[in-house]
């Protein structure tokens, strides 16, 4: 009887120890939920097709030992020989109200205006609030700490607003009673996640229905506002305000659409139709900039002007999330992001796209990093890196200019893990945005071939295993 009872110890101790030694990959994918109204858990559904966790399922069958493998067979070797292990699943529980400790690494992921559209059109607000719920559970359990949440995109608005219309995928959620950045916060909040507002300040887009005045102009077939103008600058902050006054985001964030690259519309040595009255204004009142400079200028006055009003919610932050390219951002764009960084009172962060593989030969993912981490920054902006989750199992990277480069993203299935790393070594760095939230899940990879989609299932999971 003695001997049986040590054997009954024996036994939960060892379970015990088990179950305090799972790695932390296993932890987190298993202590996320969705919210709860009224005393019931609500079910999750997933904004895609498949969740990552469906795609892996069918992918992969997991052992009694806990070690994930194919379905019919022992092991699947990665091209680099490591073996996938790993099996993402969320657990359903009550949550509870976290403001996010906004000290450590971030680690953010974008999630788009197509990716809100395709969720929220034609959805009732139960189903609204479940799709948003994904967002958060899915970015808790990939490890992620913030969310950068696309609320105008086009001069239009995924939220309550009195100056913008509503973006039409939305419109009868919100005429509904519903507001989706509302919930979204709340959302966000509820499971320790920042919630980032993105707007795109200057681009209307094909539809002039969207346009608040009539200070734009046309480039190819889309609409811009101008950025001289006083009452287009005027909106542009009055829009911010309106959300930071409103909603309790962590941060606001511009990307990289300023002046649009199109010389047709925007002559890079004289001034165009639409800026003429300024521009004279300015030379008759003793400017003398040239048609370039005082472009920056006006963009620059912009970010200045748009950094106090966010900085009137205690606590927000202010980021700039632009190309890789210095050159085009300062030429061609006129965004003189340098200025920004060096001086404060700009923005708080500044977060380069750089979506280049490691053997690019053209901008490789290393070199351009390191220029980045090269200009001289303010001790009061950070530099976080955006990364190209969109381009894993790509098959060509037509640019990359050379031919491991332009496959990279299709014969390897660990860029991911090693640019994160890499950004991780840097102490200038302190962390990473990746585009996009759909790309978590590789069933989204465009590419029609079974192999590319399990490169891009192996991507995810190493990269998993490091956030």
């Not at 800026?275 to 200028?297: F, M, N």
């Not at 632009?322 to 951002?329: F, L, T, V």
């Not at 990364?387 to 014969?411: C, F, H, M, Q, R």
Request: charged fraction near 20%; proline fraction near 4%.
């Amino acid at each position: 009887m003695i001997r049986h009872i040590k054997t009954i110890f024996i036994l939960f101790i060892i379970s015990l120890l088990m179950t305090s030694c799972l790695p932390r990959s296993h932890w987190l994918l298993t202590n996320d939920e969705p919210t709860t109204t009224a005393g019931t858990t609500t079910s999750s559904v997933s904004p895609w097709s498949q969740s990552i966790s469906d795609v892996w399922a069918e992918t992969f069958s997991t052992t009694e030992s806990g070690t994930a493998t194919p379905a019919g067979s022992s092991t699947t070797p990665s091209p680099s020989g490591s073996t996938s292990t790993k099996s993402p699943t969320t657990k359903q529980a009550t949550t509870t109200h976290q403001k996010p400790n906004t000290d450590k690494e971030f680690l953010g992921v974008w999630v788009s205006y197509i990716e809100l559209s395709g969720m929220l059109n034609g959805k009732t607000i139960a189903q609204a609030k479940k799709q948003i719920d994904q967002i958060m559970i899915d970015s808790k359990a990939y490890g992620l700490n913030a969310v950068i949440f696309h609320v105008r995109s086009h001069s239009n608005a995924y939220y309550k607003s009195a100056k913008f219309k509503a973006a039409a995928a939305v419109e009868p959620l919100i005429k509904a009673g519903f507001d989706p950045l509302e919930y979204a916060v709340q959302a966000a909040h509820s499971r320790g996640l920042e919630l980032h507002a993105w707007v795109n300040p200057y681009r209307i887009g094909e539809n002039l229905n969207y346009a608040v005045g009539k200070d734009y102009f046309k480039s190819g077939s889309s609409y811009y506002y101008n950025p001289a103008s006083t009452t287009a600058q005027n909106l542009i902050i009055d829009g911010v305000g309106e959300i930071v006054k409103n909603y309790d985001v962590d941060g606001v964030q511009f990307d990289d659409y300023f002046y649009p690259n199109d010389p047709t519309a925007v002559p890079v040595d004289k001034a165009a139709a639409f800026e003429v009255a300024q521009y004279e204004k300015y030379k008759k009142d003793g400017g003398s900039l040239k048609i370039d400079g005082w472009r920056r200028l006006q963009v620059s006055k912009l970010i200045s002007a748009v950094y106090s009003k966010v900085h009137t919610r205690e606590g927000c932050v202010f980021g700039i999330s632009p190309g890789a390219d210095q050159s085009k951002n300062y030429s061609k764009l006129y965004a003189d992001i340098e200025l920004w960084m060096k001086q404060a009172k700009y923005i708080d962060y500044v977060c380069p796209q750089i979506y280049y593989g490691l053997l690019n030969k053209s901008s490789p993912f290393g070199n351009k990093l390191d220029e980045w981490m090269a200009i001289e920054r303010n001790s009061s902006v950070k530099l976080y890196i955006g990364l190209a989750l969109n381009k894993i199992g790509i098959k060509k990277d037509v640019y990359a200019g050379s031919p491991a480069g332009i496959t990279e993203w299709a014969d390897h299935d660990d860029i991911m893990k090693e640019q994160l790393l890499l950004v991780r070594s840097k102490s200038e760095c302190g962390g990473v945005m990746f585009f996009s939230y759909r790309f978590f899940n590789p069933s989204a990879i465009t590419e029609n071939s079974d192999w590319i989609k399990a490169v891009g299932v192996r991507e995810i999971e190493n990269l998993l295993e490091v956030l």
